[in-house]
């Protein structure tokens, strides 16, 4: 099939590398615009843009989507589908209308539940043992159009949102594959209703959500700071003076503190 690629950060790679080793071709590849990253705050393409200028892909970053043209641009390439993976915009109607067939969607959690921009994090903070990668069509609502395939995975005692996203985006990238096969099949985008009653949300997290609240049980405590862990990152009060904490990758759920007059560590070890 022909399709048109639109992600932006590392979840997206994964199905990107796919896609690129798969019989279907990628017309272009569309992401966020460069950002302002690391102390310099020099501009910084997203990962999707990094990996398809080294493939040699046409890139697009668009600042904005609504009240634009972009989809005429997206149009002139006659794309069978679009493939959204953490692209990070809405599609508006009139891109959502411009593939032949629709626009494919792989999405961090097992819809209905936690849909939104931030799954894996509110998956872990909400103590969960299981979770999962859905592909679904895109429609106009948020997370809502129809279930095209699910596979789940086990939430590990150590898993904070960077390794537990890491593990689903291979996952959601394996699965990508296999629908579009079946989809190329039966030259349709067929899926299955969601149950809207079954939904739960999980909206971007703001930095004052990070901080820990002592008086939930210790397990809460922990599923909260894996769930950060990252970003935006844990903290509390000592003093009226906020000190910062990562979740270990311990299975023994211990907490490493950092200080913010010191630097912060990049991983948790």
Not at 95 to 104: D, E, F, H, K, Y
Not at 254 to 264: D, I, Q, V, Y
């Amino acid at each position: 099939m022909r399709v048109i690629f639109m992600g932006s950060p590392q979840f997206a790679i994964p199905s990107l590398e796919r896609l690129l080793e798969s019989k279907h071709q990628i017309l272009a590849v569309v992401t966020q615009p460069d950002k302002p990253a690391g102390r310099g705050q020099h501009l910084t393409p997203t990962a999707a843009k990094k990996r398809a200028l080294e493939a040699g892909l046409t890139v697009y970053d668009p600042p904005k989507l609504k009240g634009t043209n972009f989809h005429e641009t997206l149009a002139e390439y006659k794309p069978d589908a679009l493939v959204v993976v953490a692209y990070g915009k809405i599609l508006r109607p009139e891109a959502l209308n411009v593939p032949r067939l629709g626009c494919v969607n792989v999405h961090a959690s097992l819809l209905p539940r936690y849909r939104g921009a931030a799954p894996v994090q509110w998956t872990l903070i909400r103590g969960e043992r299981r979770t999962g990668v859905t592909i679904m069509k895109l429609d106009e609502g948020m997370d809502t159009g129809p279930i095209l395939d699910v596979a789940e995975l086990e939430i590990l005692d150590d898993d904070n949102a960077e390794s537990l996203s890491n593990a689903l985006s291979v996952l959601g990238a394996d699965l990508l594959i296999k629908v579009l096969d079946r989809v190329e099949k039966r030259g349709a985008i067929e899926g299955r209703p969601q149950d809207h009653g079954q939904a739960t949300y999980a909206p971007m997290l703001k930095k004052e959500d990070g901080k820990l609240d002592w008086s939930k049980t210790t397990e809460q405590i922990m599923c909260h700071l894996r769930g950060v862990t990252p970003r935006p990152g844990a903290y509390s009060l000592l003093r009226s003076q906020p000190f910062g904490l990562l979740a270990s990758s311990s299975a023994r759920a211990t907490a490493t503190c950092w200080s913010p007059a010191s630097s912060r560590p990049t991983s948790a070890k």
